[in-house]
């Protein structure tokens, strides 16, 4: 299995502030046929569902605010809130696509500061 | 729009089994396959398995070979998911979600509202 890990547990951010949550995976999930990282970002609110933020590390959903964007390659990875805003308060997952299992990692709380 | 919308909360005894369902609409049903994710109390996110609603081909994790399976009925848009010898620990969330753009190894778009399913005697 392709075990992920992510980094802070938590952290608490000002508003209008910058968030860095950093995202690892045990295998390289580049696939080198098509040179994407199969690697996702989701943002999971209180009693919600998880919503899809970012896929192949840094494509930016249909809908989702241009204040939040993913990077990295090959086995770690980060999504960079740039400017903090009270809906953003939520927690984080990233989670690797390239083999199954499909596994998430276990998650970045944000709050507000 | 696309809508998956799940079954209702399911109370059960240790080593029954429940099943779920995932009603789609807004797309065509067989594009695009099924993933089914739970989430525990307070805890992270596991992915279960998919469905290629088109060919009912599966996919499980490992943990749950033998007790979960998935099924759909292209005919009213339906995946469903039932896990059998149910354990204390299979409390959770239980969410469908859709796999897009259409194919397996991709990520997950929409998602059902979650199925509340509690294990206990």
């Known amino acids: 299995d392709i075990v992920m890990t992510q980094s802070p547990d938590s952290l608490a951010v000002s508003l209008g502030e910058r968030a860095t949550i950093n995202c690892s995976s045990r295998?390289?999930?580049?696939?080198?046929?098509?040179?994407?990282?199969?690697l996702a970002w989701y943002q999971q609110k209180s009693g919600q569902p998880p919503k899809l933020l970012i896929y192949w590390a840094s494509t930016r959903e249909s809908g989702v605010p241009d204040r939040f964007s993913g990077s990295g390659s090959g086995t770690n990875f980060t999504l960079t809130i740039s400017s903090l805003q009270a809906e953003d308060v939520a927690v984080y997952y990233c989670q690797q696509y390239y083999r199954t299992p499909f596994i998430f990692g276990p998650g970045t709380k944000v709050d507000i500061k | 729009q696309v809508q998956l919308v799940q079954s209702g909360t399911e109370v059960k005894n240790p080593g029954a089994s429940v099943k779920v369902s995932c009603k789609t609409s807004?797309?065509?049903?067989?594009?695009?396959?099924i993933q089914w994710v739970r989430q525990a109390p307070g805890q992270g996110l596991e992915w279960m398995a998919w469905i290629n609603p088109k060919r009912g081909r599966t996919n499980y994790a490992q943990k749950f070979h033998g007790r979960l399976t998935l099924t759909g009925d292209s005919s009213i848009s339906t995946v469903y998911m039932e896990l059998s010898g149910l354990r204390s620990d299979d409390t959770a969330v239980y969410y469908c979600?859709?796999?897009?753009?259409?194919?397996?190894?991709?990520?997950?778009?929409?998602w059902g509202q979650g199925t509340l399913v509690t294990v206990s005697s």
């Open positions: 807004g797309y065509t049903f067989t594009d695009y396959y």
């Open positions: 295998q390289s999930v580049l696939f080198s046929s098509d040179n994407k990282n199969y």
């Open positions: 979600a859709r796999a897009t753009p259409p194919g397996d190894y991709v990520p997950l778009d929409y």
